[in-house]
């Protein structure tokens, strides 16, 4: 079965855009999505990327562009400007990492969490919002968090990022199968493909 190694971010509005429509994808191809949150911050950092406050007022002007297109592309919900963003990823992080630990659909649940923030304008790093987003996934928050500390989730979040970077991702979502890297929710019909061949 193929294996693609999803790289996001829950601050980002691209990794969500994607999300939904990556599951859909896996499932009709008969493949396995491996869902690894990264700190973008971090791969930024090390990678030559600039967090959105410090882009250019171009740069910014040109994504809240793409936002709107690929909005009513994709013609899903979304909110633009949430209230909430950005927000601390930390806990969010944790449960998706429990909900791998125990084999949890931690890949719906990035995609709640997601609309939470995204589509609901919600605040992902609120514990209600966090366990209503796993409800929703059909998982118990309160059984994740028991299944994974703070601390624990936190370094090996730092290791997955370290990782990540390893291998050559720079943005979010990034996907790869077999080692090929595939940049963006704009790049999924290029994932289909591979996943066709």
Known sequence: MTVIDYYFSLNSPWSYMGSARLSKMAKARGATVNPVPVNLGTVFENT?????????????????????????????????????????????????????????????????????????????????????????????AAELREALSLDEAKAEWMTLTEKSIADGIFGAPSYVIDGEIFWGQDRLDFVERKLAR
Request: no cysteine; glycine share 8%.
């Open 48 to 140: 030559g990327g600039l967090p959105l406050p410090k882009r250019s007022p171009e740069r910014q002007a040109y994504r809240m562009m793409e936002l709107k297109r690929w909005q009513a592309f994709n013609d899903i919900p979304l909110v633009l400007e949430p209230k909430h963003f950005p927000h601390d990823e930390t806990e969010g992080v944790r449960l998706l990492l429990a909900a791998k630990k125990t084999g949890g659909d931690a890949h719906t649940l990035a995609t709640e969490l997601g609309r939470a923030l995204w589509e609901r304008d919600e605040d992902p790093a609120n514990a209600s919002v966090q366990d209503a987003a796993a409800k929703r996934a059909g998982l118990d």
